[in-house]
């Protein structure tokens, strides 16, 4: 079956500092891969997604790449601040398109405080 | 962005008795929504995904009996857990899909005490 892997955190970094996030995947076929994030007292909301191998999301400063031949798709940014404190889930649907968006496998989570 | 309400956001009840959990999309219509658990210090766990206006589909190893899953509208669906414990405490997520599909919208959560 599917399944995603986060590195453990929480990640404590100073505002300004770069960030990365690992997440690995196992998957069959060619699933879309996602970042959603959770602010404190929020729902998860969508970060960035990929739908195919070398594609690249970004959103807010926030990049990761699509990697098929390492299954990964790495978290990114250049200079946090502080209010990027919140908990990233990486996650991946079976498909591009479709249901399949809605259905999804979640990594662990990681938990990210940024100091001033 | 599309928004998603989940009520109650806390909610305590005695062991043997049912909650209802509310999950509604406010300005889109939601032909699937999915419920997640969460438990601590782990990832959200997919439950089951419920269509508008059939049987929702659960999946392998959770009980439908127990998690009962109404999707009567095109924003509302309605998770129950019937006759529940303390092992039922954890904390439940449902998300939306936009027609368009274009992704999935997140409610705040809801966090199932029993006691």
């Known amino acids: 079956g599917n399944s995603v892997t986060q590195m453990e955190g929480p990640v404590t970094l100073s505002e300004e500092a770069f960030l990365t996030i690992n997440c690995t995947y196992t998957?069959?076929?060619?699933?879309?891969l996602f970042w959603y994030v959770q602010y404190p007292g929020e729902g998860l909301q969508l970060l960035l997604k990929?739908?195919?191998?070398?594609d690249k999301g970004s959103n807010k400063g926030f990049e990761a790449t699509y990697r098929k031949e390492t299954t990964s798709f790495h978290l990114e940014k250049g200079s946090v601040q502080v209010s990027d404190s919140a908990v990233y889930f990486c996650?991946?649907?079976?498909?591009?398109?479709?249901?399949?968006?809605?259905?999804?496998?979640f990594g662990q989570g990681t938990i990210l405080t940024v100091h001033p | 962005g599309a928004v998603v309400s989940q009520h109650p956001s806390r909610v305590i009840c005695k062991s043997g008795t049912s909650v209802k959990i509310e999950c509604r999309s406010l300005?889109?219509?939601?032909?699937?929504m999915f419920w997640y658990r969460q438990f601590p210090k782990q990832s959200l766990m997919l439950m089951a995904t419920?269509?508008?206006?059939?049987?929702?589909?659960?999946e392998q190893g959770v009980e439908k009996d127990k998690f009962l899953i109404n999707h009567a509208s095109l924003t509302l669906s309605t998770l129950t857990v019937t006759s529940a414990h303390p092992e039922d405490s954890s904390f439940y997520i449902c998300s939306a899909y936009d027609w368009m599909g274009t992704e999935a919208f997140f409610g705040q959560g809801t966090r199932l005490t029993v006691v």
């Open positions: 996650a991946l649907s079976d498909s591009a398109g479709g249901t399949s968006y809605g259905k999804l496998t």
């Open positions: 990929a739908t195919k191998a070398d």
């Open positions: 998957a069959t076929g060619y699933p879309s």
């Open positions: 300005d889109f219509q939601a032909t699937t």
């Open positions: 419920s269509n508008e206006g059939s049987k929702a589909t659960y």
